[in-house]
């Protein structure tokens, strides 16, 4: 996982056990602003999510491309958000340390936006229980649908998963 950050200056303020629904408001606010921003830049935006860590409040920003995220790509997204970061306030005028990240060869697949970014992707998944023979299955993602994915394995062998039997689909990792 590629990473880059840094502290957002703001007059600081001490947030205590913010209240779920205000953090989820708050990172919808915040896709809202930057996913256009990220899309224009070549990317996809993954997730936004606001962290209480040791070091204070985190907002972390997770991207990724086909082809894989470079640290430049971080830095570029990073400096094309941050300014309207700053004039969105998302924190209320709270300090925050900002973070652009890839979502990493292991990040798992779970919404059809997952899916489409990986057609043609070579997928290891991970099923709840067996189907067929089967509980695990590595192949290049033809296809998916709100129902179920279409896999081809090196065999040329086609594989209908149901969405709900997948435990964990991630890209597979060659060595």
């Given at each position: 996982m590629l990473f880059f950050g840094s502290d957002r200056k703001a007059t600081?303020?001490?947030?205590?056990?913010a209240k779920e629904?205000?953090?989820?408001?708050?990172?919808?606010?915040v896709i809202k602003l930057v996913k256009p921003i990220v899309e224009s830049l070549g990317l996809y935006l993954v997730q936004v999510k606001f962290h209480n860590k040791e070091d204070g409040l985190n907002l972390t920003i997770i991207i990724d491309k086909k082809g894989g995220v470079s640290i430049e790509d971080c830095e570029m997204v990073h400096n094309a958000i941050g300014e309207p970061l700053d004039q969105l306030d998302p924190t209320d005028n709270q300090s925050y340390t900002l973070n652009v990240s890839s979502a990493g060869l292991d990040w798992p697949l779970v919404t059809d936006q997952d899916y489409e970014r990986n057609i043609e992707e070579e997928l290891e998944i991970s099923l709840y229980q067996k189907?067929?023979?089967?509980?695990?299955?590595?192949?290049?993602?033809?296809?998916?649908?709100?129902?179920?994915?279409?896999?081809?394995?090196?065999?040329?062998?086609?594989?209908?998963?149901?969405?709900?039997?997948?435990?964990?689909?991630?890209?597979?990792?060659?060595f």
């Open positions: 600081p303020k001490i947030l205590i056990g629904e205000i953090v989820n408001k708050k990172e919808q606010q189907l067929g023979k089967d509980k695990n299955y590595v192949g290049v993602l033809k296809s998916y649908s709100s129902e179920s994915i279409i896999i081809v394995d090196k065999k040329g062998t086609e594989t209908i998963i149901p969405r709900n039997l997948i435990s964990k689909a991630i890209k597979y990792i060659k």
